[in-house]
């Protein structure tokens, strides 16, 4: 079955490695075989891995559109356990992570790391509502 892919006015994506830009009009795509296939949206560079979550989806991304796991092996198991080390409440969404690409699921990888991501910033933003809440330094108590 082929997949199906709509493509807003200017949006990209990639398919292999190449990078396919859309006109100027709204556009559907059948595409058949087996190729590495990533939105516009869903590619991260190295300048916007900005984060630690980011940056095991990087690593994940890679693998995927590399079509190699063992280049990055190294890389992002060291990633993923510095980022579990701080956040152990991660380890279940690590742990799927690393089991897509033990069983060599790149794609299902590359979701549950978005997962991660989503998971970290959700982080942030219930230590920046904690942090609003704590005394501030310059107050007497």
Same mark, same amino acid.
């Given at each position: 079955?082929?997949?199906?892919?709509? %493509?807003?006015?200017?949006?990209?994506?990639?398919?292999?490695?190449?990078?396919?830009?859309?006109?100027?009009?709204?556009?559907?795509?059948?595409?058949? $075989? *087996?190729?590495?296939?990533?939105?516009? *949206?869903?590619?991260?560079?190295?300048?916007?891995?900005?984060?630690?979550? *980011?940056?095991?989806?990087?690593?994940?991304? %890679?693998?995927?559109?590399?079509?190699?796991?063992?280049? &990055?092996?190294?890389?992002?198991? $060291?990633?993923?356990?510095?980022?579990?080390?701080?956040?152990? @409440? /991660?380890?279940?969404?690590?742990?799927?992570?690393?089991?897509?690409? &033990? /069983?060599?699921?790149?794609?299902?990888?590359?979701?549950?790391? *978005?997962?991660?991501?989503?998971?970290?910033?959700?982080?942030?933003?219930?230590?920046?509502?904690?942090? $609003? @809440?704590?005394?501030?330094?310059?107050?007497?108590?």
């Amino acid at each position: 079955m082929a997949l199906k892919v709509e %493509l807003r006015p200017g949006e990209k994506l990639l398919v292999g490695q190449c990078i396919i830009t859309n006109s100027d009009q709204r556009s559907r795509l059948f595409i058949d $075989g *087996k190729a590495p296939i990533l939105r516009e *949206k869903d590619i991260l560079t190295p300048d916007t891995a900005d984060s630690p979550a *980011k940056r095991v989806y990087l690593a994940v991304q %890679l693998m995927y559109i590399e079509e190699d796991i063992d280049t &990055l092996r190294e890389e992002y198991f $060291g990633l993923i356990n510095d980022f579990v080390t701080a956040a152990p @409440s /991660t380890v279940s969404i690590a742990d799927r992570i690393n089991n897509e690409i &033990l /069983t060599g699921n790149l794609y299902k990888a590359l979701k549950t790391a *978005k997962e991660l991501i989503q998971y970290e910033q959700d982080l942030f933003e219930h230590a920046a509502l904690r942090r $609003g @809440s704590l005394p501030d330094d310059s107050q007497d108590s």
